[in-house]
């Protein structure tokens, strides 16, 4: 087996890669959730008035839905994820806003990822995500939410990890391309994606602790050894690396469980008819729901260190 190393890759390829994972490794950093926001979420019991884990990971299997429907690719879901736990680790939000927020995550995603003839209109994820606000509050919200993360939304995800560790592996490894699947990776990481203890990891830690325990089952001794060098590379200590792979190891064993709902790779077909989509909740045609987000909430100094307190209402 070949050792890692710039000077011991395949060719060009393999410099690239390097070249990559390097510069991954410095961004990742920038584009993780306020690790202060995420545990006051954390901390929060269910309320009606509060935002408590439960209502953020019930809105992230809002998204896997969405853009299951919308054929939107796994990045897409993935850092409309991120924008969304940035976002919400950055501000007090209420969860009557909730929906609005996760809708212009989804659209923001969307925009940065797909095709241009991919990307759904606004009014269509209007109706089909039922969140009673209007294409105004839509356009708003968006600005709102680019302003606060300083319009940086294309980030560095778990998932970019994930596929370069992946190529990384095959660029080094003696055997059968297809024995590692990147579908099934990519499955996991979205089951990761539904809980919000994950937005805490480091992106290039979740990704490492998923292919190693996929390798685990492989019981592929060179695939295991090419991980090894891998997790050194990125310089991942083995206390961050065992806490992580316990963590995600409980997450999928609940995930393959029967009584777990998993996400479909498959793209949705429905049928709606032209009637029957104009009878969905159009509220986008009346008087929205929401009432007025202020924009002039500021906060001082002292208060920034208690976490997020900034409200919408």
């Known amino acids: 087996m070949k050792d890692l190393g710039a000077e ?35 901390a929060t019991p269910e309320n009606d008035n509060t935002l408590c884990p439960g209502l953020r990971n019930a809105k992230v299997e809002d998204l896997r839905s969405l853009a ?23 501000m007090k939000v209420k969860p009557k806003h909730l929906s609005c927020i996760g809708v212009c995550s989804f659209l923001l995603a969307a925009r ?65 391309k297809e024995i590692l699947s990147l579908d099934k990776l990519e499955a996991q990481l979205k089951a990761c994606n539904c809980r919000l203890v994950f937005s805490k990891a480091k992106p290039s830690v979740l990704a490492l602790c998923l ?26 200590n083995d206390a961050e690396f065992f806490y992580w792979r316990e963590l995600v190891s409980k997450c999928l064993a609940e995930y393959s469980s029967p009584e777990c709902c998993k996400p479909d790779l498959k793209k949705l077909v429905w049928i709606v008819s032209r009637r029957t989509a104009q009878n969905l909740h159009n509220s986008y045609y009346s008087v929205p729901e929401l009432p007025t987000i202020p924009e002039g909430g500021c906060f001082d100094e002292s208060e920034r260190d208690k976490g997020p307190e900034v409200s919408f209402s």
């Open 68 to 90: 299951n429907f919308f054929g939107s690719c796994t990045e897409t879901f993935v850092l409309a994820v991120n924008i969304l736990d940035r976002f919400l680790a950055l």
């Open 211 to 236: 292919l190693n325990l996929e390798v685990e089952t492989l019981k592929s001794v060179e695939l295991l050894e090419i991980l090894l060098l891998v997790k050194k590379h990125s310089k991942i």
């Open 8 to 42: 011991h890759l395949a060719g060009r390829e393999g410099v690239q890669l390097l070249g990559l994972l390097n510069l991954y490794l410095e961004q990742e950093e920038r584009f993780q959730p306020r690790e202060k926001g995420l545990s006051l979420i954390e």
């Open 112 to 176: 940065i990822v797909e095709e241009d003839c991919n990307i759904p209109s606004t009014h269509d994820v209007i109706r089909i995500s039922q969140c009673k606000c209007t294409a105004s509050d839509i356009k708003r919200m968006e600005k709102i939410i680019s302003e606060k993360l300083h319009y940086e939304l294309e980030a560095t995800t778990a998932l970019n990890f994930l596929h370069l560790y992946h190529t990384i592996i095959l660029c080094h490894t003696s055997e059968r």
